[in-house]
């Protein structure tokens, strides 16, 4: 009987993994359309793969800047904090 729960959890075990792996597929499957989509419209036809690789390497481009855009702002947060320039007090006269 125990054999049987452990070969009952593990086959539950895989169902649940390639369940969560079809799930992911239909997902991607599912934003590359949409930019396909998106990329069909603006260019009135097919777009070609390096067209689709553009397009998806200007979009990390710019999700890369707006980060690097915030590291920079809390950096800066970070050195009044250390030097005391926002509040007037130094921290490192202590």
């Given at each position: 009987m125990d054999d049987l729960k452990r070969l009952l959890n593990l086959m539950m075990g895989w169902a649940t993994v390639f369940m969560a792996q079809d799930m992911l597929k239909s997902l991607a499957e599912k934003a590359l359309e949409a930019e396909k989509e998106v990329l069909t419209?603006?260019?009135?036809?097919?777009?070609?793969?390096?067209?689709?690789?553009?397009?998806?390497?200007?979009?990390?481009?710019?999700?890369?800047?707006?980060?690097?855009?915030?590291?920079?702002?809390?950096?800066?947060?970070?050195?009044?904090?250390?030097?005391?320039?926002?509040?007037?007090?130094?921290?490192?006269?202590?």
């Open positions: 419209k603006t260019l009135g036809r097919e777009p070609t793969h390096g067209e689709r690789q553009f397009y998806r390497d200007l979009q990390w481009q710019m999700s890369n800047r707006e980060k690097t855009r915030q590291r920079e702002i809390d950096r800066e947060k970070i050195r009044r904090l250390v030097f005391g320039e926002d509040s007037g007090i130094n921290p490192k006269a202590s």
